[in-house]
């Protein structure tokens, strides 16, 4: 398996821009987090989902930032529009749930910087 | 919610001495601990975990405790090597099927001095 893949690996784009990020889980797992990392804050969560639903979004910032999961392969974690305080490493992690264990496996991450 | 409080933030110690990393939490709920691995750039990585079912849980120079009356649980790195430098993030998770989110540390950086 080639683990959580998420694209791009950076992304710099400029204040007021759309910005999309994007995430494959690993083929059976059930569950999918977006995390935010910054020095400042630590890992956050964002918001997650159980088979393509959204449980908890309730560390999503504010209505600039959505996320979705329109099947069990894709996610997405959009920012429109983006602000350079939303520089930071987006990661997406999946994990199997129930007798699958607790483990979340993390991508590699989306560095995004926003001038 | 889940508040997960870690300590040291930081830590340097000498190749071959041990590290303890500790950490506190809020939920009297919680029942699963795992500890993430980062080193610089990379991905964070499970390297051990435990369930409130358990005091103590080691994997070769690895272990975590747990003292659940205290709410606060330790990853203890024995005979420590270059490697081992990374930041570590300890995590919380409360039990019920409809729960799955951690709840993070802020994360130790440990550098280990050759």
């Known amino acids: 398996d080639a683990g959580v893949i998420q694209s791009p690996r950076h992304e710099v784009t400029e204040m007021g821009q759309e910005v999309t990020l994007r995430c494959k889980p690993i083929?059976?797992?059930?569950?999918l987090f977006w995390y935010r990392q910054t020095m400042m804050r630590g890992l956050e969560l964002l918001i997650y989902?159980?088979?393509?639903?959204?449980?908890?979004d309730s560390g999503m910032p504010e209505d600039r930032f959505s996320a979705k999961m329109p099947n069990a392969s894709f996610s997405t974690l959009k920012i429109q529009p983006s602000e350079p305080r939303d520089s930071a490493v987006y990661f997406c992690?999946?994990?199997?749930?129930?007798?699958?264990?607790?483990?979340?496996?993390f991508g590699p991450g989306t560095r995004l910087t926003v001038t | 919610g889940e508040n997960v409080e870690q300590h040291p933030s930081t830590l340097s110690v000498q190749e071959g001495d041990s590290a303890v990393i500790k950490c506190t939490y809020s939920?009297?709920?919680?029942?699963?601990f795992p500890w993430y691995k980062q080193e610089l750039g990379k991905r964070p990585q499970l390297i051990i975990d435990i369930r409130s079912n358990v005091g103590e849980k080691k994997d070769q120079r690895i272990a975590v405790t747990l003292n659940k009356t205290a709410k606060h649980f330790s990853l203890h790195i024995t005979e420590t090597q270059p490697e081992d430098s990374a930041v570590y993030f300890c995590a919380a998770k409360k039990s019920g099927a409809g729960s799955y989110q951690l709840t993070f540390g802020k994360g130790t950086k440990l550098s280990v001095i050759p």
């Open positions: 939920d009297s709920a919680s029942n699963y």
């Open positions: 992690a999946s994990s199997p749930g129930l007798a699958g264990g607790h483990e979340q496996y």
């Open positions: 989902f159980n088979n393509n639903v959204p449980i908890d």
């Open positions: 083929s059976g797992h059930d569950y």
